[in-house]
């Protein structure tokens, strides 16, 4: 790769269990600058990584970008000099148009490479114990999609995946039917494979047709003899759904648990509109907390965006942490006021702590990531510190509710994750159990659910 010349990868995020994602794809997704996902990759992945994220998928408020304008964010990012990862559901070469991508990279001379990731037929086959190939029984797999219906394909293979099925499988059935396939065949579809909320549904193509399934988008449905006896008695649905609110703890590190996490820094992303104002109103004194280089690069695409300019921010201390930010913030013509040598949170408490910095106004930029530790303990050497979100979309997609009625257990890490849950979900089945830290989310608990713990 040629110094400062953009790269793209184009990675599999897998099917929707977060460990599903490869080694490789792992390390490349710390590595990068700019992460695009699609509607397919849970924002609970993407929240691990640091990157600026960039969300590419429908949305109930928006409408979704078009794959033209995906390609053209990629090659945008890509011109920057940036590593970009193209982060896709399942595996891009799959029903996943990364050769679309791959096209639109070549042409404007970009280089790129392609990690793989597991499909979404590999994932549901594994996690509901329907191998797509049985010797003697079946021999041949196809991978087809649900639609159009009117050109349903029907390949001559023993198994047969049919992807995009969902709220129509019981006319997938009757198109199936209808070209041939007899309505004893062994049919299952599988709903959110490899996710918490994973739902199968299994008979035959007749009961299909017959049923009128509502089926939830993701699904797929299998179809052929290799669907056994174990479909209701498979690994993945005799664990234990526990959702963790805030940060998690050991007792839910083991196979017994799949782990749902739900994020209390949206709490303090509530407070987003009210740091905009503070870092709006530029004759306010502030101190601008840059954490590495990526704080400053989308620090200054966010004023970009806001229609700021750096020009007017005279009472600002510009204080970046290590050479790369200083570095950066160089680039754009900001000579530091404050350079931090520190590498860690707890060495940037240390020096601020030495350098003897309170009463601060203190804004950190970032891209959705809060640093707890941070906060607190810049917050008790007296300072107002809040973190200013640069990234161009939210890090978690908003219309993802948890299911509750899948989950079995759920643990309050404390009092504001309680509070947060509630302005989310009012009420909690009474089929969940309800863990807590300690006795302070306790009370919070019982006086908002109105309820008594186990
Ligand atoms: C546009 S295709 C993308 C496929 C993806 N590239 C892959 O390799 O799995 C979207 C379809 O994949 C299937 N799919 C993706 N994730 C799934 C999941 N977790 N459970 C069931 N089906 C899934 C569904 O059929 C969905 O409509």
Known sequence: MKDNAGYVYIIGAGPGDPELLTVKAERV?????????DNLVSSELVGQFDALKIYTGKRKDKHHFAQDAINQEIVFHAKLGRKVARLKGGDPYVFGRGGEEIAFLRKHGIEYEIIPGITAAHGASAYTEIPLTIRHVSSSVAFCTGHPLDKIHVPDA??????????SASDVAEALIGKGKEEKTKVAIVQNATRYNQKIFAGTLGELRDKDKKVVSP????????????????????KKRVLIAGKGVNRYENDEYVVVRYSCNDFKHNEQEHVKEKVEDISEELMLLFPDKYAVRYFFNYLFEQDLNIGDFVNTVFCPVGTAASAELLKHGVLPDL???AGTSEEIVVEMKSLGITDENIVIPCSGFIDDYLVDELTSLKNSVIFLDVSVQPSSTPDERIELDCIDEIYFSSPECVRLFKTMYTEIPEKITVRTADSKTDVEYMTLFDASLV
């Open 29 to 37: 997704l710390h590595e990068v600058d700019v992460i695009l996902y």
């Open 158 to 167: 023993d198994t047969i995946v049919y992807y995009m099925v969902a709220s």
């Open 219 to 238: 699904a797929l449905l299998i179809l052929g003899e290799n669907i056994t006896e174990f479909i209701d008695d498979y690994w993945f649905g005799k």
């Open 339 to 341: 350079c931090l040598d």
